[in-house]
């Protein structure tokens, strides 16, 4: 996993154009999002009681704090504009405050499930 990420490190450097070594990075970012959630939620779907509820917990903050990051990635906020018909200069600062609030909620739900 480390050489992976090496590869998609040198990269990102190596890319003049800032968007397009944006949405390399959120690719490499993605198997490692898709990879620590589920295996929280597949300790949620095996266990009981507590273990379930508190893999369920950092699921979910996890999920929500992923979900907050990428409203930032500016090829979503594109094609978000394109299906609203809004400027996306004007949805780009919207989109901000709905991220910092998905996060902020993604990170108390965290630290209640590491409670």
Known sequence: MTI????????????PEFTLAEEVATYGILIPLLFIP????????KSSGV???KSFEIFLGIF???????FLVQFIINGLASVLG????????VMHIIAVGIRVAGGVVLCIGFK
């Open 64 to 70: 929500l704090y992923a979900i907050g990051l990428l």
């Open 4 to 15: 992976l990420y090496a590869i998609i490190a040198i990269t990102i450097v190596s890319i």
């Open 86 to 93: 809004a400027d996306p200069t004007d949805l780009f600062y």
């Open 51 to 53: 273990i379930r509820r």
């Open 38 to 45: 589920l295996s929280y939620l597949y300790m949620a779907i």
